[in-house]
């Protein structure tokens, strides 16, 4: 993920500020040095670092942080907003009827995105279709077509024709019903002539509501020219950041939504049809910094509950953040992440939960395999009402009980009590730490 060390590097710098009530020049400076190393190995352009390591500078004492708000949670308040402010807003996408057409160098990864763009749509109840006019690359229909398979949504392609804007007129046509059509163009290794009138010829017929550049997150500051030529030939909108599962950079996309003065739209992190999401700048810098993003969580959770039709254990994550935590909890938090992918990923979104506070459990606290969480269903289905609200009442006589009429051994009951006490007191953890005032701002 981009700037992926800043969230713990910063995290251990602002520590040392823990206690103080008022900030340091030196304090300051330390912080912005960070801030600056980080930027700068993610490919952020010099200048845009410097701009913004001067006004967190500044702000950070001249501001008079409010009444009550200690020294690191008025600097971590500055740094956030700050660079909320670098990655700037995200692209508007309504949920409605449109034409997206998507445009970038070959490889970037716009086939992929294409489908996973019409998938994310079709989660949203519109019905989207992908149409390929990449001619130019071999295997580019077959590659598509699959990826549209994958996410269940409608294509159109047509493996025998050579004129990408005649299939896109076709596509258009044939997809008639569909209520978002995204049209994938071909690229090539660098930009030529050619590509540039092709692409402008497919857009006078396409006539895209948005144009949205492609880039993969590893490509620095050669983004600058990719992002001026496609905005200068068809008008670039928004930016689909791809592969940030691969790279700790993303700095030239930056660039290229500065180039084009257009903002971020998607961010791509896998091969697969559902590794997409929105990009919404507090929510992806909340997550940077370590503090969280409930609200994807609770979108991922929603999903993960509409796929097991488990509609009626209306679990919110934010429960997990008050009171005791029970066998109950964990049998609905195991099904629900077994849905959710994988667990790692979603304990990063839990406020408190992300980087440092992961590395420091033991390993085995958050690894709950589906054979072990199939295990402790079994087992769990053996507890009474009282025993799965009240795992502590759970003593010797219990156990062989439970052991007996689950068909699991003696052990294997206690390694689910275990489990339980590790995320029971992980939960707890996070529950205690501190900067809740800071939690509370960040959540809008
Ligand atoms: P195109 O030439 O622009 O259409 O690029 P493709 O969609 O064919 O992508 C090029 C390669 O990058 C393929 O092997 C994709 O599987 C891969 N790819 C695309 N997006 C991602 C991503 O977000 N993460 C990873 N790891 N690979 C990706």
């Given amino acids: 993920m981009v700037l992926d060390d800043l969230g713990s590097s910063l995290r251990g710098t602002l520590d040392k500020l823990r206690g103080k009530s008022r900030i340091s020049e030196e304090d300051v400076d330390e912080i912005v040095k960070e801030i600056q190393r980080s930027l700068l190995q993610a490919d952020v352009d010099v200048s845009l670092v410097m701009d913004l390591s001067d006004s967190i500078k500044e702000r950070s004492l001249e501001e008079e942080?409010?009444?009550?708000?200690?020294?690191?949670?008025?600097?971590?308040?500055?740094?956030?907003?700050?660079?909320?402010?670098?990655?700037?807003?995200s692209t508007e996408i309504p949920l409605e009827s449109q034409t997206i057409m998507l445009a970038g160098l070959q490889g970037s990864g716009k086939t992929t995105t294409a489908a996973k763009m019409a998938w994310w749509f079709s989660k949203k109840g519109l019905r989207p279709a992908v149409i390929q006019t990449d001619t130019f690359r071999p295997g580019a229909y077959d590659q598509a077509k699959q990826m549209a398979d994958r996410a269940e949504v409608e294509f159109y392609g047509d493996p025998d024709a050579d004129d990408p804007v005649q299939i896109a007129r076709d596509g258009l046509e044939a997809t008639a019903d569909a209520d978002v059509h995204i049209v994938d163009t071909a690229g090539r290794h660098a930009l030529e002539d050619d590509l540039i009138s092709e692409i402008e010829e497919i857009e006078s017929v396409v006539e895209p509501d948005r144009s949205l550049l492609v880039l993969d997150a590893a490509i620095g500051q050669g983004a600058k020219d990719q992002a001026r030529q496609f905005d200068d030939s068809i008008g670039i909108d928004g930016v689909a950041i791809t592969k940030l599962d691969g790279t700790a950079k993303g700095g030239g996309a930056l660039t290229a939504v500065d180039e084009t003065g257009s903002t971020i739209a998607f961010l791509g992190s896998g091969e697969t049809v559902q590794d997409i999401e929105r990009f919404e700048p507090d929510s992806f810098i909340s997550r940077l910094l370590g503090m969280g993003d409930l609200k994807q969580l609770t979108e991922r959770v929603e999903r993960?509950?509409?796929?097991?039709?488990?509609?009626?254990?209306?679990?919110?994550?934010?429960?997990?953040?008050?009171?005791?935590?029970?066998?109950?909890?964990?049998?609905?938090?195991?099904?629900?992440?077994?849905?959710?992918?994988?667990?790692?990923?979603?304990?990063?979104?839990?406020?408190?939960?992300?980087g440092?506070?992961?590395?420091?459990?033991?390993?085995?606290?958050?690894?709950?395999?589906?054979?072990?969480?199939?295990?402790?269903?079994?087992?769990?289905?053996?507890?009474?009402?009282?025993?799965?609200?009240?795992?502590?009442?759970?003593?010797?006589?219990?156990?062989?009980?439970?052991?007996?009429?689950?068909?699991?051994?003696?052990?294997?009951?206690?390694?689910?009590?275990?489990q339980h006490k590790m995320m029971a007191q992980t939960m707890k953890q996070f529950q205690g730490m501190g900067d809740g005032d800071m939690q509370r701002m960040m959540k809008k």
Wanted: aromatic share 2%; hydrophobic share 35%; proline share 5%.
């Fill in 304 to 354: 993960a509950m509409e796929e097991t039709q488990e509609g009626e254990d209306d679990w919110d994550p934010e429960d997990l953040m008050k009171g005791e935590f029970t066998l109950k909890d964990m049998r609905k938090q195991m099904k629900a992440m077994d849905n959710m992918g994988p667990l790692d990923q979603v304990m990063d979104m839990i406020p408190g939960m992300g």
């Fill in 65 to 89: 942080p409010p009444g009550g708000t200690s020294a690191r949670d008025h600097v971590l308040r500055i740094v956030y907003e700050e660079l909320v402010g670098l990655v700037g807003d």
């Fill in 356 to 418: 440092g506070l992961m590395d420091q459990l033991p390993d085995d606290a958050m690894d709950v395999t589906q054979d072990r969480m199939r295990n402790f269903e079994v087992i769990m289905d053996s507890m009474t009402e009282a025993e799965l609200e009240n795992p502590r009442s759970i003593g010797a006589s219990q156990v062989r009980r439970i052991a007996k009429g689950s068909g699991q051994s003696e052990d294997a009951i206690r390694e689910l009590l275990d």
